[in-house]
């Protein structure tokens, strides 16, 4: 894998706030991993991520300040797509930074 964002993305996260969106240009054939961490005080940081029609395509499944999404493998989307991934606070607050990374395969059509 390598990593896709050049610099960390970095924001605030608030149990019930608005969560923190960046933009992914996702490709197909391309697969991804994205991993974030947040301050002590966020005790459960949420990622979720969405495809251009809103619609959840990967999500981080735990309840740590921590989360990996997909923790045991990475999404692989069937087209090209420019996603919106969100950091959101379940509980707590605090600063975020996050980190995608992605890794190229064949795919035959």
Do not use: N
């Not at 735990?62 to 493998?73: A, S």
């Not at 797509?81 to 605090?94: C, Q, Y």
């Amino acid at each position: 894998m390598r990593r896709l964002t050049k610099e960390a993305v970095e924001g605030q996260v608030a149990e019930g706030g608005r969560p923190v969106p960046f933009p992914l240009e996702a490709k197909k054939g391309e697969c991804y991993r994205i991993f974030a961490v947040a301050d002590p005080g966020v005790t459960d940081l949420d990622v979720v991520v969405r495809s251009s029609r809103g619609t959840s395509i990967a999500a981080d499944h735990g309840e740590d300040r921590w989360p990996i999404v997909q923790p045991d493998r990475p999404f692989c989307p069937l087209e090209d797509d420019t996603l919106t991934v969100e950091l959101a606070a379940r509980r707590g607050k605090g600063k975020v930074v996050a980190e995608v990374w992605a890794l190229r395969v064949s795919m035959s059509d």
